[in-house]
Protein backbone atom coordinates (compact mmCIF):
# COMPACT_ATOMS: atom_id res chain seq x y z
CA UNK A 1 0.00 0.00 0.00
CA UNK A 2 1.49 3.92 -1.06
CA UNK A 3 2.14 5.65 1.97
CA UNK A 4 3.18 9.03 1.85
CA UNK A 5 5.02 11.13 4.66
CA UNK A 6 5.72 14.43 5.23
CA UNK A 7 7.81 16.30 7.73
CA UNK A 8 7.87 18.43 9.26
CA UNK A 9 3.84 18.42 10.27
CA UNK A 10 3.93 21.91 11.94
CA UNK A 11 6.78 24.50 11.07
CA UNK A 12 6.70 28.21 12.25
CA UNK A 13 9.02 30.47 10.86
CA UNK A 14 9.81 33.97 10.77
CA UNK A 15 9.49 36.18 7.70
CA UNK A 16 12.33 36.82 5.04
CA UNK A 17 13.68 32.92 6.06
CA UNK A 18 14.41 29.90 3.90
CA UNK A 19 12.81 26.37 4.68
CA UNK A 20 12.22 23.09 2.62
CA UNK A 21 8.74 21.34 3.81
CA UNK A 22 9.68 16.89 2.42
CA UNK A 23 7.54 14.63 1.20
CA UNK A 24 8.73 10.85 0.83
CA UNK A 25 6.56 8.08 -0.60
CA UNK A 26 6.97 4.01 -0.48
CA UNK A 27 6.09 3.05 -3.94
CA UNK A 28 6.67 4.00 -7.35
CA UNK A 29 4.85 7.14 -9.01
CA UNK A 30 5.39 9.09 -11.45
CA UNK A 31 3.19 11.78 -10.58
CA UNK A 32 3.34 13.99 -7.68
CA UNK A 33 1.69 16.64 -6.79
CA UNK A 34 1.48 20.00 -4.32
CA UNK A 35 -1.79 21.25 -3.06
CA UNK A 36 -2.14 24.55 -0.49
CA UNK A 37 -5.29 24.82 1.96
CA UNK A 38 -5.98 27.79 4.01
CA UNK A 39 -8.24 27.35 6.63
CA UNK A 40 -12.29 25.80 6.16
CA UNK A 41 -11.14 25.80 2.45
CA UNK A 42 -10.34 23.76 -0.93
CA UNK A 43 -7.11 22.19 -1.87
CA UNK A 44 -5.86 25.05 -4.22
CA UNK A 45 -2.81 23.04 -7.04
CA UNK A 46 0.40 24.76 -6.69
CA UNK A 47 2.59 22.27 -8.83
CA UNK A 48 2.75 19.27 -10.69
CA UNK A 49 5.49 17.21 -10.68
CA UNK A 50 5.75 14.51 -13.88
CA UNK A 51 9.27 13.30 -14.02
CA UNK A 52 12.37 12.20 -12.43
CA UNK A 53 14.26 15.66 -12.06
CA UNK A 54 11.03 18.18 -12.76
CA UNK A 55 11.89 21.49 -10.94
CA UNK A 56 9.51 24.22 -10.84
CA UNK A 57 8.86 27.11 -9.41
CA UNK A 58 6.04 29.87 -9.05
CA UNK A 59 7.63 33.10 -6.91
CA UNK A 60 8.61 31.67 -3.35
CA UNK A 61 8.04 28.12 -3.75
CA UNK A 62 9.93 25.86 -5.68
CA UNK A 63 8.76 22.04 -5.82
CA UNK A 64 11.58 19.53 -7.25
CA UNK A 65 11.21 15.45 -7.79
CA UNK A 66 13.76 12.75 -7.10
CA UNK A 67 11.96 9.22 -8.26
CA UNK A 68 14.91 7.52 -7.61
CA UNK A 69 14.50 8.49 -3.94
CA UNK A 70 10.79 8.69 -3.88
CA UNK A 71 11.30 12.13 -2.36
CA UNK A 72 9.75 15.81 -3.42
CA UNK A 73 10.77 18.80 -1.86
CA UNK A 74 8.69 22.19 -1.42
CA UNK A 75 11.28 25.40 -0.92
CA UNK A 76 9.98 28.16 0.30
CA UNK A 77 12.50 31.43 -0.31
CA UNK A 78 12.52 34.47 1.67
CA UNK A 79 8.99 33.41 3.35
CA UNK A 80 6.20 35.91 3.81
CA UNK A 81 3.01 35.92 5.87
CA UNK A 82 0.81 34.95 3.15
CA UNK A 83 2.15 31.92 2.40
CA UNK A 84 1.19 30.81 6.39
CA UNK A 85 -1.30 28.14 5.14
CA UNK A 86 -1.45 24.00 5.51
CA UNK A 87 0.74 22.23 2.46
CA UNK A 88 -0.20 18.59 0.89
CA UNK A 89 1.64 16.63 -1.40
CA UNK A 90 0.03 13.78 -2.99
CA UNK A 91 1.03 10.90 -5.14
CA UNK A 92 -1.07 9.27 -8.11
CA UNK A 93 -1.89 5.68 -7.06
CA UNK A 94 -2.78 3.95 -10.27
CA UNK A 95 -4.64 5.82 -12.61
CA UNK A 96 -7.63 6.66 -9.80
CA UNK A 97 -6.28 8.17 -6.41
CA UNK A 98 -4.51 10.15 -4.97
CA UNK A 99 -2.91 9.67 -1.64
CA UNK A 100 -2.38 12.45 0.30
CA UNK A 101 0.35 12.82 3.09
CA UNK A 102 -0.68 14.59 6.75
CA UNK A 103 -0.37 17.98 5.49
CA UNK A 104 2.73 20.45 7.17
CA UNK A 105 1.36 23.15 8.71
CA UNK A 106 3.17 26.12 8.29
CA UNK A 107 3.27 29.38 10.27
CA UNK A 108 5.08 32.46 9.14
CA UNK A 109 5.34 35.52 12.05
CA UNK A 110 6.27 38.64 10.87
CA UNK B 1 -14.88 28.68 -17.33
CA UNK B 2 -17.05 27.63 -13.76
CA UNK B 3 -14.67 25.62 -11.55
CA UNK B 4 -15.93 22.47 -9.50
CA UNK B 5 -18.82 22.97 -7.98
CA UNK B 6 -20.59 21.17 -5.37
CA UNK B 7 -24.11 21.83 -2.71
CA UNK B 8 -24.49 22.32 -0.41
CA UNK B 9 -21.66 24.50 1.73
CA UNK B 10 -22.50 23.23 4.99
CA UNK B 11 -24.65 20.38 6.58
CA UNK B 12 -25.60 19.40 9.69
CA UNK B 13 -27.20 15.82 10.64
CA UNK B 14 -27.98 13.58 13.15
CA UNK B 15 -26.75 9.99 13.50
CA UNK B 16 -28.57 7.19 11.69
CA UNK B 17 -29.70 9.82 8.94
CA UNK B 18 -28.66 9.44 5.36
CA UNK B 19 -26.94 12.55 3.38
CA UNK B 20 -26.55 13.61 -0.50
CA UNK B 21 -23.94 15.44 -1.57
CA UNK B 22 -23.89 16.65 -5.21
CA UNK B 23 -20.51 17.96 -7.12
CA UNK B 24 -20.28 19.72 -11.00
CA UNK B 25 -17.56 19.06 -12.33
CA UNK B 26 -15.44 21.60 -14.65
CA UNK B 27 -17.19 22.14 -18.26
CA UNK B 28 -15.21 19.03 -20.01
CA UNK B 29 -14.08 17.39 -17.67
CA UNK B 30 -15.82 13.11 -17.77
CA UNK B 31 -13.91 12.63 -14.51
CA UNK B 32 -15.18 13.31 -10.67
CA UNK B 33 -13.30 11.68 -7.39
CA UNK B 34 -14.99 12.06 -4.30
CA UNK B 35 -12.70 12.09 -1.11
CA UNK B 36 -13.19 12.79 2.89
CA UNK B 37 -10.88 15.03 4.94
CA UNK B 38 -11.33 15.31 8.32
CA UNK B 39 -10.27 18.13 10.62
CA UNK B 40 -6.43 17.93 10.98
CA UNK B 41 -5.64 15.43 8.29
CA UNK B 42 -5.09 14.64 4.43
CA UNK B 43 -8.37 13.53 2.52
CA UNK B 44 -8.81 10.29 2.15
CA UNK B 45 -9.68 8.52 -1.81
CA UNK B 46 -13.68 7.83 -1.70
CA UNK B 47 -14.62 6.80 -5.22
CA UNK B 48 -13.78 7.50 -8.90
CA UNK B 49 -16.32 7.23 -11.58
CA UNK B 50 -15.40 8.23 -15.46
CA UNK B 51 -18.09 8.13 -18.08
CA UNK B 52 -20.61 6.84 -14.93
CA UNK B 53 -18.70 3.94 -14.50
CA UNK B 54 -16.87 3.54 -11.09
CA UNK B 55 -13.19 2.99 -11.66
CA UNK B 56 -12.09 2.89 -8.29
CA UNK B 57 -12.84 2.73 -4.52
CA UNK B 58 -11.32 3.42 -1.72
CA UNK B 59 -11.31 1.64 1.73
CA UNK B 60 -14.55 3.42 3.01
CA UNK B 61 -18.33 0.87 4.21
CA UNK B 62 -20.88 0.29 2.30
CA UNK B 63 -22.45 2.84 3.70
CA UNK B 64 -20.48 5.43 1.22
CA UNK B 65 -22.10 4.86 -2.33
CA UNK B 66 -22.04 7.06 -5.31
CA UNK B 67 -23.27 7.71 -9.00
CA UNK B 68 -22.00 9.91 -12.22
CA UNK B 69 -24.51 11.05 -14.73
CA UNK B 70 -24.66 11.53 -18.11
CA UNK B 71 -23.84 15.54 -17.67
CA UNK B 72 -21.13 14.30 -15.70
CA UNK B 73 -21.98 15.58 -12.51
CA UNK B 74 -21.96 13.43 -9.48
CA UNK B 75 -23.54 12.53 -6.01
CA UNK B 76 -22.02 10.92 -3.06
CA UNK B 77 -24.77 9.39 -0.39
CA UNK B 78 -23.86 8.40 2.83
CA UNK B 79 -26.32 5.96 4.96
CA UNK B 80 -26.77 5.60 8.34
CA UNK B 81 -24.70 8.40 9.28
CA UNK B 82 -21.90 8.22 12.61
CA UNK B 83 -20.29 10.70 14.38
CA UNK B 84 -17.04 9.78 12.55
CA UNK B 85 -18.32 11.15 9.31
CA UNK B 86 -17.91 14.45 10.01
CA UNK B 87 -15.37 15.85 7.75
CA UNK B 88 -14.86 18.15 4.62
CA UNK B 89 -15.89 16.29 1.81
CA UNK B 90 -14.12 17.48 -1.36
CA UNK B 91 -15.19 16.62 -4.99
CA UNK B 92 -12.43 16.72 -7.34
CA UNK B 93 -12.53 17.21 -11.30
CA UNK B 94 -9.84 15.38 -13.46
CA UNK B 95 -8.57 16.70 -16.40
CA UNK B 96 -7.51 13.83 -18.47
CA UNK B 97 -4.06 13.75 -20.47
CA UNK B 98 -0.53 13.39 -19.17
CA UNK B 99 -0.64 15.55 -15.88
CA UNK B 100 -3.52 13.52 -14.90
CA UNK B 101 -4.53 16.69 -12.38
CA UNK B 102 -7.22 17.08 -10.06
CA UNK B 103 -9.13 20.04 -9.38
CA UNK B 104 -11.03 20.42 -6.33
CA UNK B 105 -14.05 22.33 -5.11
CA UNK B 106 -14.94 23.87 -2.60
CA UNK B 107 -16.18 20.95 -0.53
CA UNK B 108 -19.42 20.23 1.74
CA UNK B 109 -18.79 20.43 5.29
CA UNK B 110 -21.04 17.93 6.55
CA UNK B 111 -21.68 17.52 11.05
CA UNK B 112 -23.19 14.64 12.45
CA UNK B 113 -24.16 15.60 15.63
Known sequence: ELKVEQNPLFLSMQEGKNYTIYCNYSTTSDRLYWYRQDPGKSLESLFVL???????????????????????????????HDLSATYFCAVLQGAQKLVFGQGTRLTINP | DAGVTQSPTHLIK???????????????????????????QGPQFIFQYYEKEERGRGNFPDRFSARQFPNYSSELNVNALLLGDSALYLCASTRTGAAYEQYFGPGTRLTVT
Open chain 1, 50 to 80: LSNGAVKQEGRLMASLDTKARLSTLHITAAV
Open chain 2, 14 to 40: TRGQQVTLRCSPISGHKSVSWYQQVLG
